[in-house]
């Protein structure tokens, strides 16, 4: 186990680095110049040209591309992500600062999501051709085909503008944005949780079905064991054994959709860090905010396998 996991990590530089990689020549292949935004705007003609020459000059942007890159990479190895071009702070700070109210959302978002995920797959294969059953899987189908930007703003006017207008209350019902208590989670989280939800629910389902068809289930009925107890102590325990690889692609899923719901909800995580640094052109933000998502992914990954290992003592890596 301890020279798979160091395999692993060993394995995790290129495909972390790779990743960043990517985002770095994206980001030069955009249109538009970063040095522009230093420019006051009432710096005309030559003394635009000038200002903004002695920008890219101080911020090496007029370099050639491969020496940008290496000095990048140096500096990224170093953990050095540079300052953000807006704010003129180091992005390490930025990032540190937001990474708590990002694992806040992404933790209540995965709580939720295992929870239905899990229970409504499991009612669903026990009521297997029920209504039951087609009316969890059209909840499934609609979480999974439902893009989330669209359910977070149907939210927002349901329970912020329509039923306290309907009400006749002065106050949203939930907060519409922003960081606070508890009210202003639970939007942000229903919408990340149902997303992740669906799929769970869908494969849980499989999972159990495919389980209830084993010998040792049928056995287990023919001895006359009672249904709960064939459910609960055969098909469910062994049901539930590659719901632990999925619930890493969850954890994924969850980081890819925060980046989007936290802009939405203006909630100040890393997701909303990075749109911010896209639409602003700012290189070091970018590339620090997708170095630490990639690097989550990569780590989550490693740990579901690591989980199946004491989880499932059938497998054993070599």
Avoid: C
């Amino acid at each position: 186990m301890r020279k798979y996991i160091v395999k692993r990590l060993l394995l995790a530089v290129p495909t972390i680095l790779g990743a960043i990689t990517a985002v770095w020549f994206a980001m030069q292949l955009a249109p538009g110049d970063p040095a522009l935004m230093f420019v006051p705007p009432d710096f005309q003609g030559e003394e635009a040209a000038e200002y903004l020459a002695k920008v890219n000059e101080k911020y090496g942007f007029n370099d050639p591309l491969p020496l940008q890159y290496m000095r990048y990479m140096r500096n990224t190895l170093q953990f050095d992500f540079g300052t953000s071009l807006r704010t003129l702070r180091p992005v390490s700070e930025d990032v540190l600062r937001r990474i708590p109210n990002s694992v806040r959302l992404g933790v209540a978002a995965f709580l939720l999501s295992t929870a239905l995920g899990i229970s409504l797959g499991v009612l669903a294969a026990i009521k297997r051709g029920t209504w039951v059953d087609s009316a969890l899987m059209v909840f499934a189908l609609v979480g999974v085909s439902m893009p989330n930007f669209w359910f977070a703003y149907v939210l927002i006017l349901l329970f912020s503008l329509y039923i306290p207008k309907v009400l006749g209350l002065n106050t949203p019902i939930l907060p519409p944005s922003g960081l606070g208590g508890v009210k202003h989670m639970i939007m942000p989280t229903i919408v990340l949780g149902y997303t992740s939800a669906g799929y769970l629910t869908r494969y849980v389902r499989s999972s159990m079905l495919e389980v209830m068809n084993h010998d040792y289930v049928r056995t287990a009925r023919a001895k006359g064991v009672a249904e709960r107890n064939v459910m609960v102590k055969h098909a469910l325990r062994n049901g539930l054994l590659p719901v632990v690889n999925v619930l890493g692609i969850n954890v994924a899923f969850i980081l890819a959709g925060s980046v989007i719901i936290e802009t939405v909800f203006a909630w100040p995580g890393v997701g909303l860090y990075l749109i911010d640094g896209i639409v602003g052109r700012d290189f070091p933000v970018v590339q620090g905010a997708v170095l630490l998502i990639a690097s989550s992914v990569v780590f989550v990954n490693l740990l579901t396998d690591v989980m199946l290992v004491y989880v499932d003592p059938r497998i054993r890596y070599e």
